[in-house]
């Protein structure tokens, strides 16, 4: 963004404008997470998994993560394959959302 | 999705390593990764820098790491899990590595796994090597197949580099079990041509000289890589610049390919034209 609302040189400075959102972004993540840290996702999974398993039968591989942090939120989604006993196969869909700043 | 070929994946290991720290190992291996993406071939570049990691930004998927390359090697993830997809190309994948956690995290039996796992579905599989000759430099390369050599026209670079290449020749799997060398081939960046003009910056014959191994490619100085790495874009997915079509250059040979050395330098074809051997 210029001051002006225009610039001579947008691309360059859009790009660094880019970089400065970026770090601001993931560093206050990073800030945020502090001790408790990104390494809670492993045991997330385990409970979540351990939960899970007392309802069905899922196999690990069967669980797929994906994380986006953004400015005010993130969001965490958990998908875990769930073998159906029909032909197809059901996908349960559990998106969890944590507000940024929160660790 | 991605298309696999019939056959199987190559699975071949390269690692970009340095020795002195700050001579573009990162930009390279994102570049060199990208690059061979582009030409259909799959391809992970892993982040070996643990407690520094910056490949994720490079690459522009920092805001999407879950897992890491150190979980996959505690047990605490799959591999799956903590391969993240480029949004741009579906045959370019990245292995993040911890944030939080040191080097020691890092074990040559879980690098190991982690390779010959990856091998199994990669054509290629990159490896970004931190600065140094300690442990996490060692490990980076101690699988390798291949090594690129990131120098810098300048003494304590060269000199680092000299060390490494002694390394690559004594302290790998290679060199240990079967008595054959990774094949090292130099890359030389921030190359800055006003300043060798002026005789204040070492030739490419220079390095050449010094170093005695193959030049794999020059990449120029160039205000082009920090816009790329502002915006989170391997260079060779950004605009066209001199930095890109020398990484493209450096693939292509990297590939085994003659390349006219006209597509990375506009000027002085005849300079260039030499210093490159055919491809072995
Ligand atoms: N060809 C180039 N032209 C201009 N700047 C460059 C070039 N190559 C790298 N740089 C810049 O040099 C700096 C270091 O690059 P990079 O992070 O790739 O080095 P590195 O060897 O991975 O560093 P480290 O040893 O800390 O891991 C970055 O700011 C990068 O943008
Ligand atoms: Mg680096």
Redesign the interface.
């Known amino acids: 963004m210029s001051l002006f609302g225009f610039s001579f040189r947008p691309r360059r400075a859009k790009s660094a404008k880019t970089a400065k959102d970026r770090l601001q972004i993931l560093l206050a993540h990073e800030r945020s997470d502090g001790s408790a840290g990104p390494d809670y996702l492993p045991l997330l999974q385990a409970d979540i998994l351990a939960v899970i398993r007392k309802y069905m039968e899922i196999k690990e591989d069967e669980v797929d993560i994906q994380m986006e942090r953004n400015d005010d939120v993130s969001s965490l989604e958990i998908n875990i394959e769930i073998p159906s006993p029909g032909p197809d196969k059901s996908v349960a869909s559990t998106p969890l959302r944590k507000r940024a700043g929160l660790g | 999705m991605t298309q696999l070929k019939d056959k199987a994946p190559l699975g071949k290991v390269i690692v970009i390593t340095s020795g002195k720290g700050g001579v573009g190992k990162t930009t390279s291996a994102a570049a060199i990764a990208a690059a061979l993406a582009k030409r259909d071939f799959k391809t992970v570049v892993i982040d070996f820098d643990v407690g520094l990691r910056n490949l994720d ?1 490079i690459m522009g998927c ?7 390359f150190i ?1 996959v090697i505690q047990g ?3 591999l ?2 903590a391969l993240i997809r480029d949004k741009r190309l579906d045959t370019l994948w990245i292995l993040p590595t ?3 956690r040191d080097k020691d995290a890092l074990t040559k039996e879980g690098v190991e796994k982690v390779l010959n796992e990856l091998k199994e579905q990669f054509d290629y599989i990159i490896c970004d090597s931190p600065a140094g000759i300690e442990r996490g430099a060692q490990l980076a390369m101690y699988f390798a197949d291949e090594a690129v050599v990131v120098t810098n026209p300048e003494v304590s670079s060269v000199r680092d580099s000299d060390r490494v290449l002694g390394l690559l020749a004594s302290k790998t799997k290679r060199a240990e079990d079967e008595g054959a060398e990774v094949k090292a081939q130099v890359l030389v960046t921030r190359l800055d041509q006003r300043r060798i003009d002026a005789g204040e910056m070492m030739t490419i014959d220079d390095v050449l000289e010094i170093l005695a191994v193959p030049l794999l490619g020059v990449i120029p100085e160039s205000t082009a890589v ?2 790329a ?4 874009m391997p260079i060779v997915l950004d605009e066209p610049s001199a930095a890109s079509r020398g990484y493209e250059a450096a693939v292509a040979r990297l590939l085994g390919e003659e390349v006219d050395t006209q597509t990375e330098r506009d000027k002085k074809p005849g300079f260039f034209s030499r210093l490159f051997g055919a491809p072995a």
Do not use: I, W
């Open positions: 930004m920092e805001r999407r790491v879950v897992f890491d979980n605490e993830a799959r799956k899990q911890s944030q939080t920090l816009r790495s502002n915006v989170g």
